[in-house]
């Protein structure tokens, strides 16, 4: 596709639903990274996935937090049993088989409302 | 681990005028340093990256970032703003070795015209 790709663009949920975001990366790249941004705050990174390789998932703040990739393409972020705390933007961004030197593209962000 | 430090949160300037935007690092070995830009409604984009070679990096829209290793520095400057680089700035670093990036607060530029 032209872009990274997210959906969806806002949702607001009650507290203790669970929710699923979507990111569809640029066609080809291989490395896929999530990233949490609170008001105010930096970009905290969540999970990242290269390829076929097992993802590197340290930056998952607790075990409600769970995502997946399907190959080299969509990948969903599953919050479950959602918290006010949860609230931020869900960003998403994929980056070529340069990987680690190379640009990452990022998508317009999921903003989350936690009732 | 790794810190970005963005000193300034907040910085109003007038068309004209110019800028420096400060990013401090943490990690001592070798590093990878970027920074990217988020205009009003807009994707983050990649505004300019360091790898190695020249420290003084050029980047679009005449934007420009100095790698002083000795102070772990990485400020973006421009001579110029204009309205149009109003917008929220986000430095990273990344460490020799390391896939994910480290990423400042950021800071929020308003240009008034």
């Known amino acids: 596709g032209a872009g990274v790709s997210q959906s969806p663009s806002n949702k607001v949920t009650e507290k203790g639903k669970d929710v699923e975001l979507r990111c569809d990366p640029i066609?080809?790249?291989?490395?896929l990274y999530w990233y949490r941004q609170r008001l105010g705050q930096g970009l905290e990174f969540l999970i990242y996935f290269q390829g076929n390789s097992a993802p590197d998932k340290s930056g998952l703040p607790s075990d409600r937090f769970s995502a997946e990739r399907t190959g080299e393409s969509v990948s969903t972020l599953t919050i479950q049993r959602t918290q006010q705390e949860d609230s931020a933007v869900y960003l998403c961004?994929?980056?070529?088989?340069?990987?680690?030197?190379?640009?990452?593209?990022f998508g317009p962000g999921t903003r989350l409302t936690v009732l | 681990a790794q810190s970005v430090s963005q000193h300034n949160h907040h910085v109003i300037l007038s068309e004209a005028a110019s800028l420096e935007l400060g990013c401090n690092y943490s990690?001592?070995?070798?590093?990878?340093l970027f920074w990217y830009v988020q205009y009003p409604g807009q994707h983050l984009q990649l505004l300019l990256k360091y790898f190695s070679g020249d420290p003084l990096v050029k980047g679009i829209k005449g934007f420009e970032a100095e790698f002083i290793k000795s102070k772990f520095s990485f400020n973006l400057r421009k001579p110029s703003v204009q309205w149009s680089d109003t917008a929220e700035y986000f430095c990273?670093?990344?460490?020799?070795?390391?896939?994910?990036?480290?990423f400042g607060r950021g800071t929020s530029l308003i240009v008034h015209p």
């Open positions: 990273a670093a990344l460490s020799g070795g390391s896939y994910i990036p480290t």
């Open positions: 066609s080809g790249h291989t490395a």
């Open positions: 990690y001592g070995g070798t590093v990878n």
């Open positions: 961004a994929s980056s070529s088989l340069a990987g680690v030197k190379d640009t990452q593209y």
